[in-house]
């Protein structure tokens, strides 16, 4: 009944979800954390259904919590409408667990980061009402981008995983650029990690666990070179096999940025806005997640720059790491990275102009 | 769906109520005053967030609070404990079902948890600089500052609500407002609205639209317009013509009129005009509607309202009902076990009435149940001449008549009486009944025996079985002497007097009654009088 998808860049689970989510007629929920894939789920029901679906509900992540765990039960341990969520501001330290301090600012709003163990309190006060009332209303729930979640949302889809309500996870543990909170709690577990509470979830008999090692998006070149970012994961196996004439992962000289980008027009990327990118328009790597180019130019950062030259991705961070990733991914036919000197990795070609 | 309970707050005349509702028919009845109507406007309010057709976020005004609370608060603000301005709370609890638990949960009064909605009408919190200086000066402050509220409609699951995720309608059936022309079209287009399909509406609006369109490519207009643009440059640089304004997306609902029969509706009449919205609500196969019907008896003659009473009970079914009426009438059609007395602030119902008695009186509807219903004591009689007595009898102990010391005396053909009793019991009604013996005690007094533990409920009549009737009672306690005097006669013996008396029993009962002189009363209606 649980099941979890890890799935590569461009293999299509957005769309799969959407499509089960559609044809089946149970009362169904997608959830994701960010508005932009918010967005793309609504707009791939209209494609897949001409309409949004009356049996499917589509929320962000702090939606669900706050309309469906915290609001409806919440006068069990708050007496006012916990009116939002405070993203930016910080808790009092020492405020303790059983004061409403801990969770709630003088503005009645849910701090981000104690957003999930509020919600997680007012099922358990509430004698498991929460789930109770879920159950009545979802048959299914879809968590998209389920990477993102972090420290009380791991207990919080262990509740779920154990109510009535069925459960898919779907998410690329490859692309954790972000996440819901910044909780230290279950650290270990922290975003290409969430993989690890995902075994012992199927171990524990919650769930059952499928991989997609296919990329519809991104030919066989790119596939190759995006795998060597996270060494130990599987290797995912191409279904774009066009040939444009320029295809693959290719090296252009700072000097040939602009002829280069006249003669393919990709789509610039950059860390942050930090890189100048000689005056061309750009997107972060981060903010370019869940889209799709033909083609992409990346501007590399120093440490990028030196896995380059040596072919070794081992010395970047999970973030970092995670967001090169979502980058190269971008691109269905060519990644170009502007680079001045050699390259180690097997297939990179360079760009003469 | 539907409503299980309403909670009211500080609306109107409602101060705090609390009323639990039948799965299907409720009958509310009540004294004049005590906020009937309002229980229909505080449900359709929270239910559409609406009052008199719109939304009640630009309709607030100080008198939708109630007074008692309202000069409570303006008092306080003389005293060094100066209480927070009154809010009004209106709560819905519907019955728990899968298909509405979205609005599930505990926020609310009661802390129930179970579906509903609330609209809750409140000082704004953010207006708090202004309302401090507001009240600053108490002498100055004569009303709620209602431009500092703000109003919010939620779920028991604490989010805010549009109508369209509530899923139960509101059909609000008010015959009792007298509308213009305008007012009644715009009321039935409204009903229109709740009938007809969003397809269905769209495409009025399209063909609306087209027709206005179409206006601009008549010929006529057209070379009006051709007129119009060899003016260009006299009045403006641009091109001038004339068109319908199609910019209003429901433009047609203040054009477009319903008929009955090819004559306008507001041209129809009232009574035909309440049947007709009735109806057409009724029709709507919807189980997801409350209907919110007031008075129905206005403007109906007795037939009409025969007709349009069965009709709306034999489509009521799975669809709730709640009707405010003072008609016994349709109390009795609709079924007296469904009646809901509303004193002002607390309800009595009929708990478990006899599947006999609700049938009698939905077959014999003419009976004046209400009037038992709503009176404080109630003496029923078998005649006209008993209840002539009966206000004699108070006329000369209280120097008053009954009705004037609250004291209802109906007229109840005998067979009844059980009927109306049951009716009594149930709704803890204090009760006499002043009956002739009919030369039966012992059986009489087997009959009622079921009465003789109730305090509230007293059946009198003489235990003489010589003496089975009330005239013979009369002339028992009075002499032949004195009637002959009172009655202008002068029978030479008792029964031929009897006899007179009962071939005309009303008219000689009013002699008694018109006469200057006290009668003696049988001690068994004294007795009723006094009621000891």
Redesign the interface.
Known sequence: MNDVIIAAAGSGKTSRIVKRASNSDVSSLIVTYTLNNECEIRRKLYETNGVLPEHVTVMTWFRFLL??WI??????VYPY?VANVNFHGKPFRFARKTSSSFYIDSDHRVYRDRTAALALKCNCT?GQ?VLK?LA??FDHIYIDEVQDLRGYDLDLLEALLDSDIGVTLVGDNRQATFFTNRSMKYAKYLGYRIVDKFAEWENAGRCETEHLSHSFRCNQMICDFADLIFPDASNTEARNDSNTGHDGVFIVNPQDVTSYIQCFRPQVLRYDRSEPCQGHRALNYGDSKGLTFPRVLVFPFRKLTAALKSGNFNSLADITAAKTYVAVTRAQHSVAFVHDGACEIEGVQIWHG | MHIETLVVKNFRCLNDVEIDFNRELNVIVGNNETGKTTILEAINLALTCQIHGRNIRNELHPFLFNIAATDQYLRSLFTEKPQVPPSILIELYFNDQ?EI??L????NSK?K?CPGVFIDIRLNKDCSQEYREYISNPSEVKSIPVEYYEVSW?S????FITWRSIGLKSLYIDTVRQRSSLGTNRHVVEFMRTFLSPKDLAEISLSYRGLRDGFANAPLIQSINELLRDTKGDITEKELTVALDVLTKNGWETDVAPHVDAVPVALVGKGEQSAIKLKLAMKKASENAVFLIEEPENHLTYSNLNKLISSVRDKASGKQLIVVTHSSFVLNKLGIHNVILFDGSNVTTIQDLRQGDQDYFMKLPGYDTLRLILSKRAILVEGPSDELIVQKAFLQQYGKLPLDCGVDVITVASLAFDRFLEIAKRMKIPTVVVRDNDAKVASLDKKYEVYSSLSHINILYDRNEEYPSLEQQLLRVNGRCKLNQLLQRRFEDDLRLLNYMKDNKTECALRLFNSKEDVTIPEYIKRAVSNE
């Open positions: 309309s469906q609001r409806p039960y919440g006068n069990f409408r509430s009402r009332r009545q209303i | 899968p638990a979205k599930k949960g505990t926020n802390r948890d939620s028991f699951a604490n989010e």
